[in-house]
């Protein structure tokens, strides 16, 4: 690139040349790679870099996205979900940019009140799959409890299942029994090989839910 035109007070000026010649490289410059931060247009390689900038990487919601798009939902909630961690709000916030949906019960929202700062949460993880892997299984079920437990009020304590739900005119329903409090060693049972290989009960519905238990074992 032709350096930039000098004033002919400027042009004898060896160092005034010297500065026109580097203002016209540096405006040739390609700037976009380096914003970073319009994470609609940054390239995937550097979603990583972002997440842990951002502290969103692992149990916090970046091991459950299924793909890039998610992913990039995180990074932009990042600030504003940080902002709120430990309310309500950040629990059903990052479980809907991950695309999971949950039905969450405090201690005074149910029938006959339960322990202060407890609450009931169920996450039907849908069509969030894991690859290779069945549509309810363990590893699952232990990441959205870690989710949970980087989440929630530090003083809340919890019951967790995980669940599907199928669009079916029969429904199909296993055991939905589960228990679960913080716990400092989980240990899960293997997973089904598929969740509708349960005993299943058949009815006149318009959808089919199943639930899979685990059973929690440590020290609280």
Known sequence: MADLPLPPALAGDERMRTLAALSARISAVELSPLLVYLVDQVSSSAL???AEQFHMQGD???LLAAD????????KRAIEWHRYKGTRWALEEIFRVLG???????????K?????????LIAWAND????GQPLLNA??????????DHTKPARSHYEF???????????????SQSQAVKRDNAKCRAAPTHPINHPVQFASANRAQAVLRFTLEGKR
């Open 48 to 50: 990583p870099v972002l």
């Open 60 to 62: 916090e919601g970046w």
């Open 68 to 75: 890039d798009e998610q992913r990039r939902q995180l990074l």
């Open 100 to 110: 999971i949906n949950v039905e969450l019960v405090e201690w005074w929202q149910q």
């Open 112 to 120: 006959k009140p339960s322990v202060v700062h407890t609450f009931r």
């Open 128 to 131: 969030n799959r894991q690859s």
């Open 139 to 148: 590893e699952m079920y232990r990441r959205l409890q870690r989710m949970v």
């Open 161 to 175: 299942r995980l669940g599907a739900a199928f669009d079916q005119v029969l429904a199909m329903a296993s055991a």
